[in-house]
């Protein structure tokens, strides 16, 4: 038995490393497309290599390739409706433009073997016959009829190519601008398999590599392409450049690429976002204040830049403690906390934190029911804008000022508030502890209760989050919480249920509730737009699906009804 086929192999594919595996074993899953020729593989002692780089798979890369084409050439149906005619926002940096390039790619900075092409059965079939039917012609006019007919036979074999990648392409950018990443990723490798001449290809997979798979070096490499072959979108891919060193601590490497945005574009906000998230990293507190500002002043329109600025202010107090910082902090966080959209809760924390300090006084339990009764997944339900790093805005980076926050006051609400700090910093077993005394000392707070059963949710218990919403149900009917309103936590626990068992009009009554009680709620009026449309009643979805716009235009269930409505 050869060397060959008894190495075993490591497989790093969507950031996990899987293996050893066979040789045999790999090319099964790639038959299977549990795998793609992009995803990394790495002998024993050796480098991580793409697949499609290593000569041992040369043999299955190239039959896959030939099948992908044939599979496509008979054209296929997309899954998503092309029929999206209203602008729903700025989507400047989420536009794929087409490229015609058909230059190959050589990656790595080595020199890769383009794939070969072979003609069809019935191209070399109709070449015999010309041959056939010219065999008395001259010599030299017999050479140039049998060149024209190689050409003809590679030009429409790459042509068949372009088409297949297409597809893929437009697919991928229908999911990118709906906020599905991971299935843009996917689609994006299929698309680079087929034509890696495709420079807007490798900008999209490369942006999708750092910011979803966290496959830097892969991604970088992709990057750097556009730029080495000085093409189109190089703003764009110098942008991404720096995110894969921002995320490797790389700062300096990472700050001269986003300048490099800027020189070709001085209006480009993501930069300076991107640089300000650098200074903060390098708790240079003030320059981070200068270049977030710059971004909020020049326009941009994410939550997340004026999320950033807050917290920079902040920063900037607790070694500087004057009272300006803390007030430009709190301007800085308004509009984010009066539109129920992406940053809502984590802004409504910041903002109660800095009213606290300012006023010097303990939180009230009405201000952190307003920050709990909140739909913990609407920040997560919102499209982004992937050349924006947000490394910043997990809730890690919130928790020591959400534990001053709980400590400001003694009672159930501050250790509920402790305990759902803890729970979305990623300690369930401290964070679900605190729910369950919260729970214990007022079992008949449906807010507690709700916000216990979302803890059980997430840490994979469903059954026991089942037992401790029907609790919540079961508590005084029309029980009402400290400021006059009802729990919306509830509700948003139920539908999760509902959407489970695909009950549409369990969702419907439970949407009708919550926008009853919050008129604002963006998932209440995207859940209603969604139950009108499915039950025929295109006036009613329109309507509310208009209100919805005017709140968010990046919520990913607002998107997908769109395409629906449209």
């Given at each position: 038995m050869?060397?060959?086929?008894q190495?075993k192999w490591?497989?790093r594919s ?5 293996g050893?595996y ?5 090319e ?9 020729v ?16 290593k ?11 030939i ?8 054209g296929?149906e997309f899954?998503?409706?092309d029929s999206m005619?209203?602008?729903l ?6 536009v794929?433009e ?11 900075n080595?020199?890769?073997?383009a ?11 109709g070449?015999?016959?010309s ?7 001259l010599?030299?006019l017999?050479?140039l009829g049998?060149t024209g ?6 030009y429409?074999?790459?042509?068949k190519?372009?088409i297949?990648?297409?597809?893929y392409i437009e697919?991928a950018n229908r999911?990118?601008?709906l ?9 994006y490798?299929e698309a680079y398999?087929i ?12 942006s999708?590599?750092?910011?979803v ?13 556009i ?5 189109p ?15 490797e601590s790389?700062?300096k490497?990472?700050?001269k690429?986003f300048?490099?945005?800027l ?7 993501p930069a300076?976002v991107n640089i300000?998230?650098?200074k903060?990293?390098?708790?240079k507190?003030?320059?981070a204040i ?8 020049d ?6 830049a004026r999320?950033?600025?807050s917290?920079?202010y902040?920063k900037k ?5 004057q009272?300006?910082?803390?007030v430009?902090?709190q301007?800085s ?13 984590e802004?409504?924390?910041i ?6 300090i300012?006023?010097?006084r ?5 201000e ?6 909140v739909?913990p ?12 790093d947000?490394?910043l ?6 928790y020591d000022?959400?534990?001053t ?7 159930n609400?501050h ?9 979305r910093?990623g ?5 679900l502890s605190?729910?369950e005394?919260?729970?214990l ?5 449906p807010?507690?209760?709700a916000?216990?059963?979302y803890g ?5 218990r469903q ?5 401790a919403l ?6 005084e009917d029309?029980k009402?919480?400290e400021?006059?309103?009802?729990s919306n ?14 009950n549409?009009?369990?969702?419907q009554a ?9 008129q604002?709620s963006?998932?209440?009026i995207?859940?209603l737009?969604q139950?009108?449309?499915?039950s025929g009643?295109?006036n009613?979805a329109?309507m ?12 990913m269930?607002?998107l ?7």
């Amino acid at each position: 038995m050869s060397m060959d086929v008894q190495t075993k192999w490591l497989i790093r594919s969507s950031g996990v490393i899987k293996g050893p595996y066979l040789k045999i074993e790999i090319e099964e899953l790639l038959s299977s497309r549990e795998l793609v020729v992009i995803d990394e593989v790495c002998e024993p002692m050796g480098f991580w290599r793409p697949i499609r780089d290593k000569n041992e798979f040369a043999k299955i890369v190239e039959i896959l390739r030939i099948k992908t084409i044939e599979a496509h050439e008979g054209g296929a149906e997309f899954g998503l409706d092309d029929s999206m005619t209203m602008n729903l926002g700025d989507d400047e940096d989420l536009v794929v433009e087409e490229d015609t390039s058909t230059e190959y790619h050589k990656d790595f900075n080595e020199k890769v073997k383009a794939y070969g092409t072979k003609p069809s059965e019935e191209a070399i079939l109709g070449a015999k016959k010309s041959g056939l039917n010219l065999w008395r012609t001259l010599v030299l006019l017999l050479i140039l009829g049998g060149t024209g007919v190689f050409v003809k036979i590679n030009y429409l074999d790459k042509e068949k190519q372009i088409i297949s990648a297409e597809k893929y392409i437009e697919l991928a950018n229908r999911q990118l601008r709906l906020g599905l990443y991971n299935q843009a990723l996917g689609n994006y490798k299929e698309a680079y398999e087929i034509d890696q001449g495709n420079l807007s290809i490798h900008l999209y997979l490369g942006s999708l590599l750092i910011q979803v798979d966290q496959s830097y070096l892969l991604g970088r490499r992709l990057l750097k392409n556009i730029i080495t072959q000085h093409g189109p979108y190089i703003k764009l891919a110098e942008t991404g450049v720096g995110l894969s060193y921002l995320q490797e601590s790389e700062f300096k490497l990472a700050e001269k690429h986003f300048q490099n945005s800027l020189s070709i574009d001085r209006t480009y906000t993501p930069a300076y976002v991107n640089i300000g998230v650098i200074k903060l990293l390098e708790e240079k507190h003030r320059e981070a204040i200068e270049y977030l500002k710059a971004a909020v002043e020049d326009g941009e329109k994410d939550a997340a830049a004026r999320l950033l600025l807050s917290m920079a202010y902040l920063k900037k107090w607790e070694v500087d403690p004057q009272l300006f910082y803390l007030v430009e902090a709190q301007k800085s966080i308004l509009k984010n906390t009066e539109i129920h959209a992406a940053y809502y809760q984590e802004s409504l924390l910041i903002q109660t934190y800095i009213e606290s300090i300012l006023g010097d006084r303990d939180v009230k339990n009405l201000e952190l029911e307003k920050i709990l009764n909140v739909n913990p997944d609407l920040t997560l339900a919102h499209r982004k804008n992937i050349f924006i790093d947000r490394s910043l805005l997990d809730w890690e980076a919130f928790y020591d000022w959400c534990k001053t926050l709980s400590q400001r006051g003694r009672g159930n609400y501050h250790r509920a508030l402790l305990g759902y700090c803890e729970l979305r910093s990623g300690d369930f077993r401290k964070g679900l502890s605190q729910l369950e005394r919260s729970t214990l000392k007022d079992p008949n707070n449906p807010l507690f209760l709700a916000l216990y059963s979302y803890g059980l949710y997430k840490s994979g218990r469903q059954s026991e989050a089942k037992v401790a919403l029907s609790r919540a149900e079961k508590t005084e009917d029309g029980k009402k919480l400290e400021n006059n309103s009802f729990s919306n936590l509830k509700y948003i626990m139920k539908l999760k249920f509902c959407e489970s068992q695909k009950n549409t009009d369990c969702m419907q009554a439970n949407w009708a509730t919550i926008y009853k009680n919050d008129q604002q709620s963006l998932e209440a009026i995207t859940g209603l737009a969604q139950s009108y449309l499915k039950s025929g009643d295109r006036n009613q979805a329109f309507m509310y699906y208009k209100k919805a716009l005017k709140i968010s235009k990046d919520y990913m269930p607002l998107l997908k009804t769109a395409m629906e409505i449209q």
